[in-house]
């Protein structure tokens, strides 16, 4: 369903700023991940936190160290992401986005802090310990922007605007790419603190920009502030939509469409009724985000251009690579309001699965020609192109778009935990993979590809242009990929569809029966 006319007419610069604005916590994370590496191998950093070797007269991390300096940083994002749901539903958006921000500034002074005077003299648990705080509010990032984001867009735009986080997390990279390179030969220790200190900037720009955004509407409300939901609404809503009272006739259709589910729910209801479903799917799709070979594909592609004749490029290809990694976000943040949320993550597995397949198959050749060379090389950038159009980012929109109100914020919360540990297991167990079956390692990642498409197809209903409100119909039935679905909304839950910008006469797919939906979906659910 493409976005008509009238939809564009609820777009407001307070809405676009309130979106837009707290992604530079995306950024922190894509800054932090894209500089990490840049920090490991800088010489300062090297002859301060390294061991001495005398045979090679140079200062040197080992493994081990190296190692834990990687993952155990995941604890702390483990920890954000877990504590993230409850904080949200206990003291609101806006809160955790000033208290994420406390928690980056401790954990980069106590990172730079960490410095010893002289060589050999850092103190590397400090530093481990800073690298677990920062992550701590990585973790509460990806929750709470996405979360606060797709409470408050109107559905048309939903899919564009949480799947920008992967615009943004990949321009920190690429951000990080240009400061690494720029402090990349000093010796002393200002060259990485410099590369850990610019982090400061993002946490600060988050505290300014909280200070001007609303609160969400659908939080108040879950806080039976209804007043403040409607003075939050109207901030971000055009003009005439608060001078007609249509902002007051939208809550009042959330409250009705919610009923007794408008306040938060315990664990417990994730896991009940309708609620294991939507759980499950967000589960599945953040496992895919890891499994799908990105961590692979990352991790060999600098070892096979310094192993294949690439040596002069092996630093310069996977900075094209980054670059085309941010370009195909944006066709991505189109496609999957244009095309739905289905088919823009069928694509992508589909184009996935080819590439990685590609990479199996050509890289098992025992003598490569240099155009298999050449071939292996392109196919590194495409899947990245691929992965970003839609595998990296559409599990965030779902994990905020699919549960229901009651347990939004706690579904993220588990759904973005289990990426975590997710991540964690990839990263460890890649290395030994790579070391046994090298490029056979994509026939493994390409079959879960695979299995992607074949479940996005089989289990993942379309939740294009629905209000959260809708979606809680799309779910109280059974999806069958074969037929269309006989979807029943009540009059609210049809309501707030049309106040947020999207006429339900453009839906065809689904026969609507507002007689016999109010007991039947909540028996569903519930």
């Known amino acids: 369903m493409a976005t008509s006319p009238s939809a564009w007419s609820v777009v407001t610069p307070m809405l676009l700023f309130s979106c837009f604005c707290l992604l530079v916590g995306d950024m922190l994370f894509g800054y932090d991940t894209g500089s990490f590496g840049g920090i490991l191998a800088n010489p300062g950093f090297v002859r301060q936190f390294g061991v001495y070797h005398s045979l090679t007269d140079k200062y040197a991390i080992d493994s081990l160290h190296t190692s834990l300096l990687s993952s155990l940083a995941f604890i702390g994002k483990f920890v ?27 954990g980069i002074i106590i990172e730079i802090t960490a410095a010893g005077t002289d060589a050999g003299s850092g103190r590397f648990a400090q530093f481990i310990v800073g690298r677990i705080i920062v992550y ?12 606060y984001q797709s409470e408050i867009v109107p559905a048309p735009f939903r899919g564009l605007v949480v799947v920008s986080l992967q615009l943004f997390l990949n321009a920190g990279s690429v951000i990080a790419t240009g400061v690494n390179k720029a402090f990349s030969t000093r010796t002393d220790g200002l060259g990485w603190k410099a590369v850990t200190g610019i982090q400061f900037i993002f946490p600060v720009l988050i505290i300014f920009f909280t200070l001007f955004i609303p609160s969400s509407p659908r939080w108040l409300l879950s806080k039976d502030r209804d007043h403040e939901a409607i003075t939050a609404l109207r901030r971000i809503r055009p003009k005439d939509d608060g001078s007609d009272d249509k902002c007051a006739a939208e809550i009042q259709a959330i409250k009705e469409a919610l009923q007794e589910q408008v306040h938060k729910a315990p664990w417990l209801d994730l896991v009940r009724g309708a609620n294991l479903r939507r759980t499950a799917l967000v589960i599945v799709y953040y496992f895919f985000q890891q499994t799908t070979g990105q961590a692979f594909v990352s991790t060999y592609q600098i070892t096979f251009y310094k192993t294949n004749g690439y040596s002069d490029q092996a630093f310069t290809y996977p900075v094209i690579n980054s670059c085309l990694s941010f370009l195909s976000v944006i066709p991505g943040m189109y496609l999957v309001d244009k095309l739905g949320r289905r088919y823009s993550l069928m694509i992508t597995y589909f184009f996935q699965a080819f590439w990685i397949y590609l990479l199996a198959g050509l890289g098992g050749m025992n003598h490569k020609s240099a155009t298999a060379k050449n071939t292996i090389v392109a196919a590194f950038m495409l899947y990245a192109f691929s992965y970003n159009m839609g595998g990296a980012s559409i599990p965030y929109l779902l994990g905020s778009e699919i549960p229901n109100a009651a347990v939004r914020e706690k579904t993220q919360a588990l759904g973005t935990s289990w990426n975590v540990v997710w991540a964690f297991v990839t990263n460890f167990v890649i290395p030994y993979m790579i070391n046994n079956i090298h490029f056979g390692v994509g026939w493994v990642f390409g079959s879960i590809s695979v299995l992607a498409f074949i479940f996005t197809f089989l289990f993942l209903p379309e939740t294009k242009g629905r209000a959260l409100e809708e979606i809680d119909a799309i779910f109280a039935v059974p999806f069958n990929p074969f037929r269309p679905a006989e979807i029943h909304y009540t009059d609210a839950e049809r309501r707030i569809g049309q106040l947020e910008g999207e006429k339900a006469a453009a839906v065809t797919s689904v026969s609507e029966n507002i007689d016999n939906f109010t007991h039947q979906g909540q028996k569903d659910d519930f």
């Open 80 to 106: 954000g992401c877990l504590v993230a749901g409850p904080a949200i539903e206990w003291f609101g958006h806006r809160a955790v986005f000033f208290g994420l921000s406390a928690v980056s500034f401790a």
């Open 136 to 147: 701590i509010s990585v973790g509460l990032v990806e929750v709470d922007v996405t979360t």
